[in-house]
């Protein structure tokens, strides 16, 4: 090869490795509008779940736990200040509700169809609370005095709105877990960022998880520019915030199970609109604990049990 040819073909690997680091360069941020609206569907959902086999004595003992929130909201920005930060008035449109208990007994209440007369706790359909969000998707600020004005009725309603309208769950209602911790900065496709974070209550011990958020895609979408951000979390040793100490008995207890988990999340953010068009994260831990075999029949199976945790959390965008 001649010396031109070594030069052209040097020449031409820096330019395709340039190419290949080139993308379009994007803020992860809410970037909304002054008076724009948008209408989202939100739905937490927690439960448990226990399963207890015994093929030694032909008996299987389960029980299940579940709490579903379901609310539609429609979310009007007031104001936006020198910092970015953003004043939002929220208007409760739909609310559904579904729990069972350990015993299998269910209850269950929902706006789309039934008498709104009949449940007080409807009467907060229509009314307003107000939120203050940074660019960075993080609750600074939570006004719910309006939409408290309206809560009456039986001690169920008043607990549940009590809840509902508690500052803690009006956070996790609205706060935007994938941008708190990517900071004001551009990110290209490919680019991560990451957070340790406890693990959530009614784990079998306490445990951290690092979430690492990365920029997947970035893509054209009628005439808006959607970002695409995928987030996997693993376990972690360091100690997150408000993680407790290891207890010795529980630490004891929890190594006789096998324990795995999967938790996931996706985020599309429309950088034109700057709103979030959907996001969702959702966990799901398992352990299982199995009979030694020294101690089995040989005629059966071992024993097993097997408990297990799930956890959710979504938003969509509707309107």
């Not at 007994?105 to 009949?118: A, C, H, N, R, V």
């Amino acid at each position: 090869m001649s010396a031109k040819q070594v030069v052209a073909v040097a020449f031409l690997s820096i330019l395709l490795s340039i190419s290949a680091g080139c993308g379009p360069a994007v803020k992860m941020g809410l970037n909304l509008a002054p008076q724009s609206e948008a209408t989202y569907k939100v739905i937490t959902k927690f439960g448990k779940d226990y399963s207890f086999v015994q093929p030694s004595i032909n008996k299987t003992k389960e029980r299940h736990t579940a709490v579903v929130l379901e609310t539609v909201f429609v979310q009007n920005v007031e104001s936006i200040d020198a910092e970015g930060n953003i004043t939002a008035k929220i208007t409760i449109k739909d609310i559904k509700y579904f729990t069972e208990d350990a015993d299998g007994q269910k209850g269950m209440f929902d706006s789309y169809s039934d008498d709104l007369e009949s449940n007080p706790v409807f009467k907060m359909l229509g009314k307003s609370y107000e939120v203050k969000l940074t660019p960075n998707g993080q609750v600074i600020g939570v006004d719910v005095a309006e939409a408290k004005e309206s809560v009456t009725g039986d001690d169920f309603a008043r607990r549940f709105c009590d809840k509902f309208l508690s500052e803690k769950e009006v956070r996790t209602r609205h706060q935007v877990l994938a941008l708190m911790n990517a900071g004001q900065k551009l990110y290209k496709k490919g680019d991560k960022w990451s957070v340790v974070v406890p693990g959530p209550e009614g784990m079998l011990r306490p445990k951290s998880f690092e979430k690492t958020y990365t920029l997947t895609d970035v893509k054209t979408q009628g005439e808006d520019e959607i970002a695409v951000v995928d987030m996997v979390a693993v376990t972690s040793s360091k100690r997150a915030d408000g993680v407790a100490e290891d207890d010795a008995k529980m630490n004891f207890f929890s190594k006789m199970f096998d324990e795995t988990d999967h938790y996931t999340g996706q985020m599309k953010l429309n950088l034109t609109t700057g709103q979030i068009d959907s996001y969702q994260e959702s966990l799901k831990a398992e352990w299982v604990a199995i009979e030694p075999s020294s101690k089995q029949p040989s005629d059966k199976g071992p024993d097993q049990l097997t408990m297990s945790l799930w956890r959710m959390y979504s938003i969509e965008k509707v309107e």
